[in-house]
Structure formats: C-alpha cells, structure tokens
C-alpha cells in the first residue's frame, strides 16, 4: 500500500508570501496525485489533478508539479482566503495533510 | 452545477446500524463512480468506499469491509451506504465526493464533494 508524507504539518506565513507544499510517495505513482484544500466546518476542494493540472474555477496562482514520487503544491502569493489545511491524494490514499496558518 | 448532498446522520449507539444517503444532481450520474469518505473529530480524510457507474463494482477500504455496504440507485441519482455493528470510532463526518473521471472503476480524484453529514457512535 503506498502511503503519502506530507511536509511541513504546519506552515506559518503572511499574506503575500509564496508557499510550498510537499508530497512524498512511498514508491511511483507517476503523475497521478491530487491536492485539495479544507477550510474549517467545509468540505475538501479538489484544487489540483494528475498531479499539474488545475481543477474548474481554481486560481491561477495554485500550481502543482511534481511525478514519480516527489510532488509539489505552489501558492504563489497567499490571498487571506488560502490559509487552510491541505491534502494530497493517490487513489485510496490522502497524505496526512499540512496546515497552512496566518503569521 | 454539480450537487451532492448527504443525509442520514446522526446520534446512534454502538452495535447499530445507520443508513446515509447521497443524492445527487447537475452530471449524468449513471456515467460516474460515486465514493464515501469520512473524517474523524480534528483528524485527516480516510477513504472508505466506491460504487462503479453501473453498480457491478463496488471497493472498500480495511475499515468498512464487512460492516459496510455500498449501493446506488440510478433511477433516483442516489448512493447509499449502509453502516452496520457501528463502533465509537466510526464517530466522523461522512462525505460522499463523486468521481473525476468518467466510466472508470478505481479512485482517480474527487472533484466534487458534498457538505458532509455527522456520524456520532455513542452510547
């Protein structure tokens, strides 16, 4: 079973500030790994699939790389509205998520 | 737009039984998978459950295999799944997210998500 290890748990930044987010497979997964972001008392929202493509409606400044088993989520410049939890996920398996909180 | 809307939670005693529904509007449902997805109090998403567009396929994770079962009624854009023998760590919110991509029959990506309804295991 692969397993997802996400990194940081927690990330502090202002807004403005670029974020990085990473997701490590345990073996490949090629390009199919997708990122979601959850604000609290909502639903997750698919950001990003196959790993670099943007989901309907996401903002430009989200952007995913990454195959194999090294991926990666970008904010480009935080809005107020991005600070969140994310999470990365293969198939029947989500990463254990990283908390992206306000400096 | 694409609607998923859960309903069927609530407060039920360990050993019990709980029955959720997920309706669905704005896709054609018969052409996707639909999947159940739970979160625990202050904790991350474990996947549980998918159904094939045309019911002949149905996975289930470790944690739901012989207590769970999923189903779906195309004539009524409904999934069900079914919770038997439910324990205090079945205590969570319960999506039902559908799947990404067309006609296939393992998760892929979830690309839209209902709002959740609570599951609370407790006596």
């Known amino acids: 079973e692969i397993v997802l290890t996400q990194s940081p748990a927690a990330l502090s930044l202002s807004p403005g500030e670029g974020a990085t987010l990473s997701c490590r497979a345990s073996?490949?997964?090629?390009?199919?790994l997708a990122w979601y972001q959850q604000k609290p008392g909502q639903a997750p929202r698919l950001l990003i699939y196959d790993a670099s493509n943007r989901a309907a409606g996401v903002p430009a400044r989200f952007s995913g790389s990454g195959s194999g088993t090294d991926f990666t989520l970008t904010i480009s410049s935080l809005e107020p509205e991005d600070f969140a939890v994310y999470y990365c996920?293969?198939?029947?398996?989500f990463g254990q998520g990283t908390r992206l909180e306000i400096k | 737009q694409v609607q998923l809307v859960e309903s069927g939670g609530g407060v039920v005693q360990p050993g019990r039984s709980l029955r959720l529904s997920c309706a669905a509007s704005?896709?054609?449902?018969?052409?996707?998978?639909i999947h159940w997805v739970r979160q625990a109090p202050g904790k991350g998403l474990e996947w549980l459950t998918l159904i094939s567009h045309d019911e002949d396929t149905k996975y289930y994770a470790d944690s739901a295999k012989g207590r769970f079962t999923i189903s779906r009624d195309n004539s009524k854009n409904t999934v069900y799944l079914q919770m038997n023998s439910l324990r205090s760590e079945d205590t969570a919110v319960y999506y039902c997210?559908?799947?990404?991509?067309?006609?296939?029959?393992?998760?892929?990506?979830?690309?839209?998500w209902g709002q959740g309804t609570l599951v609370t295991v407790s006596s």
């Open positions: 073996q490949s997964i090629s390009h199919y």
């Open positions: 996920q293969q198939r029947s398996t």
């Open positions: 997210a559908k799947e990404g991509v067309r006609g296939v029959l393992i998760p892929n990506y979830f690309d839209n």
């Open positions: 704005g896709f054609t449902f018969n052409n996707f998978a």
